[in-house]
């Protein structure tokens, strides 16, 4: 942590000088950056041993030279050097670094007996008139999906039964913008440029959210708050646009779109209260999870899983009997100060004033798609599907799904002009 601190000492007078003369929507803040020595040799070495051990890019050779060319004060120089270091990973927990490329496995949940013969989420939405994915390509795009009667039902059901779960624990609900300034996106670790980036850009140089975490954390920017405000603990309810595909047949569905419904937890805390706050989310998400009674696991990451601004996370899978998979419906991760330190998020120390950044932590509450997988393979009859209990008061106390009859089937017409 001490050496990630040091980088982005050094970083952030760069990106000081650097935004003198270019205006973004995002500053850094950082008082007591001024007049820290350079990073020496041993913590480049460092960094880069860190960024090889998460599968990050490393672009550690780069900085090396980017800091002997800048002695000079060339401004293109310091301005290239701020950027390279903006994209170093976070430090990585200590207790990860033995992980090898595998999570460990902490605990499993069962809470039900699979059913013989399971059937998969398409054919059984398919089978109930539910939900349409086919011959989507001519006007919404591929990997695009429409839930339709009790299915769409479902899904508010389970929205408004985890935001009930969460601001019982003190979540405040803020509902936020899709439309984001890629500043914002890129200061919470997602890359908004390359051709591996997940995220959707518009013409006008803004960029569809990918999550609400990043507009929960644009919320906070350049804010200095209390120590008393801390932890400051919010949740939205938000569409997520990601432009990430797959061509793996137990992907295929649902499981990854383009689009999709999330109920999203995050936090805002001091240093000495983000390791409690991580485990705080967590057992919120396990506690969501065993109410609706479906059988997971909960996996403590490696280090090559963690992204760019995680420290630690932790993924919740659940068991997708349809599919014979564990499919990730759920994570948590402490940012530390990576995002904070990126948008200025600070708090103002009780005991003697000084100017801190704080920590972030976020937490997936609700995923819609995968967990309508994982509950609907898992709740299956012969030709209905249970509604979970928890759920059932969200539903006008409805105990099972059926056929919806209400919509017609849709099916595929070729038009073909007639002779003249």
């Not at 927990?93 to 699979?114: C, I, N, S, T, W």
């Not at 485990?279 to 969501?288: R, V």
Request: proline content about 5%; hydrophobic content about 35%; aromatic content about 6%.
């Amino acid at each position: 942590m001490k050496l990630l601190t040091n980088a982005q000492k050094l970083l952030l007078p760069l990106l000081r000088r650097q935004r003198s003369s270019k205006t973004t929507t995002v500053q850094a803040h950082d008082p007591t950056a001024a007049g820290h020595p350079a990073l020496t040799s041993a913590q480049l070495d460092e960094l880069e041993r860190n960024a090889v051990l998460r599968h990050h890019r490393n672009n550690v050779p780069l900085i090396r030279k980017l800091i002997e060319a800048s002695v000079g004060g060339d401004r293109s120089v310091e301005q290239q050097l701020a950027e390279e270091l903006g994209q170093l990973p976070n430090a990585t927990h200590p207790r990860l670094l033995d992980y090898g490329e595998q999570p460990r496995e902490l605990a499993q949940y069962v809470h039900r007996k699979m059913p013989p013969k399971p059937k998969e989420f398409s054919e059984l939405a398919r089978s109930l008139n539910l939900y349409r994915m086919d011959h989507l390509g001519n006007y919404t795009g591929h990997k695009s999906y429409y839930l339709t009667g009790q299915l769409a039902t479902l899904e508010q059901a389970i929205i408004q039964y985890a935001l009930e779960s969460v601001t019982k624990h003190g979540f405040q609900l803020i509902a936020v913008p899709d439309i984001l300034p890629k500043e914002v996106i890129e200061s919470c670790g997602m890359r908004t440029e390359g051709e591996r980036t997940q995220v959707y850009k518009l013409d006008t140089g803004e960029c569809l959210s990918g999550t609400s975490e990043m507009a929960l954390a644009g919320f906070f920017a350049n804010k200095v708050l209390t120590e008393e405000e801390l932890p400051l603990k919010v949740t939205a309810v938000s569409r997520c646009y990601r432009a990430e595909t797959s061509g793996l047949q137990e992907e295929k569905g649902i499981y990854r779109v383009h689009q999709f419904t999330k109920v999203e937890m995050f936090a805002i805390c001091t240093p000495g209260q983000s390791e409690a706050e991580l485990e705080e989310f967590k057992n919120i998400e396990l506690d969501l999870f065993k109410q609706l009674g479906i059988n997971f696991r909960l996996l403590d990451m490696p280090p090559c899983e963690l992204g760019a601004p995680a420290y630690q996370k932790y993924d919740i899978e659940a068991w997708m009997p349809g599919r014979e998979m564990w499919g990730e419906i759920s994570s948590c991760s402490n940012c530390t100060d990576y995002q904070a330190k990126r948008l200025g998020v600070t708090y103002r120390r009780d005991s003697d004033g000084q100017v801190l950044h704080a920590h972030t932590i976020n937490g997936t509450a609700t995923a819609i798609p995968r967990l309508l997988i994982a509950l609907l393979e898992s709740y299956q009859r012969e030709d209905s599907i249970e509604i979970p209990t928890v759920l059932r008061p969200f539903m006008d106390g409805q105990e099972s799904i059926t056929r919806n009859k209400r919509i017609p089937e849709t099916k595929l017409v070729k038009f073909i002009k007639a002779a003249s």
